[in-house]
Structure formats: C-alpha cells, structure tokens
C-alpha cells in the first residue's frame, strides 16, 4: 500500500466517524430537534457530552487536514 491510499483510507474513517458523531450531538436549538419534543435519543451527562465535543472536534482538525495534503497534491510522486 502507497503513502497516499493509507491516507485516503484514514480520511473516509474520519469522514464517516465525523458524520456520526454530528448526528450522535444532542439539538440545542430550535430546528429538527424542536420537532421530537422531549423525546432525546440518550440523556447524556456533562462529561459525556464534553467527551463526544473533543472528538468530534478533533476528527474535524484530522478531516480538514488530510483534505488539505490531498488536494494538494504533496504525497504525489514527483514527474520525473
């Protein structure tokens, strides 16, 4: 395996954990969690939720960062 698919693998990992952890964040406005009513998916505690913020914020950093090196191009191979 070359340089570039272990990143691009790690970056779809990131993409998808990121999605999932977006949806796992409890509303905190009004919006489509108005809609539910009272009814929330977990009741989660302080900690738990400072938790699911600290990855969820560092999966962005990761995501962000490995489409920066992809996009530019800097594990490409040189041209001869």
Do not use: C
Not at 63 to 75: E, I, N, R
């Amino acid at each position: 395996m070359t340089a570039i698919t272990i990143v691009r693998a790690i970056w779809a990992i990131a993409a998808v954990g990121l999605a999932i952890l977006v949806l796992l964040h409890s509303p905190k406005g009004d919006g489509l969690g108005a809609l539910g009513g009272q009814a929330q998916l977990f009741t989660s505690t302080k900690s738990a939720e400072t938790t699911l913020n600290r990855v969820t914020w560092t999966l962005t950093v990761l995501f962000m960062g490995l489409t920066v090196v992809l996009s530019a191009g800097w594990l490409e191979a040189p041209a001869g």
